[in-house]
């Protein structure tokens, strides 16, 4: 079964930066793509990042340039460095798997998820 923490979240000022992390339980984690996806209040929730077995990445628009997906499959953890933050940055932060194996960073989210963290921008 894939149990997936998510930790990291916070309060930050416009222009900080934070570090998510997502410890992932279960075998195979390398093989599966992974992702982080956020929801603001009142917003549907929204890909930021994906990262594959391979680690290519895809990022949405918002993340480019600012946000960095890694993982460390020794870990099985997966990452989102996230810099320049905006205050409409803040979000709820959600971890995802993939399903199956080697599946595209241009797919859409796996069915298991974490908690959640929660990061909040604001001066």
């Known amino acids: 079964q894939v149990h997936l923490v998510e930790s990291g979240g916070g309060s930050v000022q416009p222009g900080g930066s934070l570090r998510l992390s997502c410890a992932a339980s279960?075998?195979?984690?390398?093989?599966?793509?992974m992702g982080w996806y956020r929801q603001a209040p009142g917003k549907q929730r929204e890909l930021v990042a994906r990262i594959g077995s391979g680690d290519t990445t895809y990022y949405a628009d918002p993340a480019k340039g600012r946000f960095t997906i890694s993982r460390d499959n020794v870990k099985t953890t997966v990452y989102l460095q996230m810099n320049s933050l905006k205050p409409e940055d803040t979000a709820i932060y959600y971890c995802?798997?993939?399903?199956?194996?080697?599946?595209?960073?241009?797919?859409?989210?796996?069915?298991?998820w974490g908690q959640g963290t929660q990061v909040t921008v604001s001066s």
């Open positions: 279960g075998i195979n984690f390398s093989r599966y793509t």
């Open positions: 995802n798997q993939d399903q199956v194996w080697y599946g595209s960073v241009l797919g859409g989210p796996g069915p298991y």
